[in-house]
C-alpha cells in the first residue's frame, strides 16, 4: 500500500517562503505525475502545481511564485513557495498517478500566513 507524507507546513509571515515535500511510505511504484492541490474551507481542492517528467502547470494565482520540482529516483516532489500571500492559506494535498492510472493523496499539511 503506498502512502504519501507531507512535510514542510506550518506558520510564515506574508513574502515569506516555505518549502513542502511530499515522499511515499511503503510499497514504491513509479509516479507519472506529481503535484499539490490546496483546499480551504467551504471551497473544492484546486490544483496548485503539478509535474509530469518534463512539463510543469501551474494555477494562475501562484504562476512566478511557486515552483514546483521532483526528484525521479526518490519520488519526492517538492513544492517552493516565495512571496507568500494571507491569500495561500490552505490545507495543502500531495498527489501522485502512477501509470496504471493509480491516484494517491497525501493527508495535507496546513500552511498559514499571517498578514
Known amino acids: 500500500q503506498v502512502q504519501l507524507v507531507e512535510s514542510g507546513g506550518g506558520l510564515v509571515q506574508a513574502g515569506g517562503p516555505l518549502r513542502l515535500s511530499c515522499a511515499p511510505s511503503?510499497?514504491?511504484?513509479?509516479?507519472?505525475?506529481m503535484g499539490w492541490y490546496r483546499q480551504t474551507p467551504g471551497n473544492e481542492r484546486e490544483l496548485v502545481a503539478r509535474?509530469?517528467?518534463?512539463?510543469?502547470n501551474y494555477a494562475d494565482s501562484v504562476t512566478g511564485r511557486f515552483f514546483i520540482s521532483r526528484d525521479n529516483a526518490k519520488n519526492i516532489v517538492y513544492l517552493q513557495m516565495n512571496s507568500l500571500e494571507p491569500e495561500d492559506t490552505a490545507v495543502y494535498y500531495c498527489?501522485?498517478?502512477?501509470?496504471?492510472?493509480?491516484?494517491?493523496w497525501g493527508p495535507g499539511t496546513q500552511v498559514t500566513v499571517s498578514s
Open positions: 498527489t501522485a498517478t502512477a501509470y496504471s492510472g493509480q491516484t494517491y
Open positions: 511503503g510499497s514504491t511504484v513509479a509516479f507519472r505525475t
Open positions: 509535474i509530469t517528467r518534463g512539463s510543469t
